[in-house]
């Protein structure tokens, strides 16, 4: 079974604090995806990444940067913390070629004080 | 841009009652995906269906797609309390691997 797993459940970070979103997937894909949910507006992606260190902006980018430096581990980087991205962020993998599925990592609770 | 809309926003029904819930896009597709959320977790993928099919089935879920109307359904089966969760269409556009999640049924089965 295809294991996507991310470094934390719940997080508590302050404002201004730089914090780093780590996932690691076993599975060999090529693709790996960051999103974030909130209640009311599902799930938006915020980065992309088709291979090691390739990485395409989705939806919602600012105050985020990404890096992908090995082909199973895929990182989000909040430069400086703000009480408006605490959220849900769920990681997220899948083959590439337009047909497959995308496996999800159970999710980080991010809380912003 | 949410390119799914799911309807209805939430659902209760009775163990064993049929559960239907629609999505509706706006763009050409290349596939239409279900997955399936329980609270405070991660996504789990339930079914996929591609453009050029019409129906699928899998297990208790069926699956319908209509690109004419740009409108898909998911039907659950002999409802049970285990599939109390949110349940999310994504669509994958032409083109890319990514995909563009609607904002989900919460859907609540009491036994």
């Known amino acids: 079974d295809v294991k996507v797993t991310q470094s934390s459940r719940y997080l508590v970070k302050r404002t201004g604090e730089k914090v780093f979103l780590e996932c690691v997937q076993d599975m060999d894909h090529e693709n790996m995806f960051w999103y974030r949910q909130d209640p009311g507006l599902g799930l938006r992606l915020i980065y992309f990444s088709y291979d090691v260190k390739m990485k395409e902006k989705g939806d919602i980018p600012e105050g985020y940067s990404v890096s992908r430096e090995k082909k199973e581990r895929f990182s989000l980087i909040l430069e400086s913390a703000s009480t408006n991205q605490t959220s849900m962020y769920l990681c997220?993998?899948?083959?590439?070629?337009?047909?497959?599925?995308?496996?999800f990592g159970p999710g980080t609770r991010l809380t912003v004080t | 841009s949410q390119q799914g809309e799911e309807d209805p926003q939430a659902l209760s029904i009775q163990e064993g009652e049929n559960a239907t819930m629609n999505c509706s896009y706006k763009t050409s597709i290349n596939n239409l995906q279900w997955y399936r959320q329980n609270s405070g977790r991660g996504l789990v993928h339930l079914i996929l269906i591609r453009s050029n099919e019409r129906e699928k089935h899998s297990g208790r879920l069926r699956v319908t797609l209509d690109t004419s109307k740009k409108s898909s359904s998911l039907l659950i089966t002999a409802s049970r309390a285990a599939d109390t969760a949110s349940y999310f269409c994504?669509?994958?556009?032409?083109?890319?691997?990514?995909?563009?999640f609607g904002t989900g049924t919460r859907l609540q089965v009491f036994p």
């Open positions: 994504a669509t994958g556009l032409k083109g890319t691997d990514k995909l563009i």
């Open positions: 997220a993998s899948s083959y590439s070629e337009f047909r497959y599925e995308q496996y």
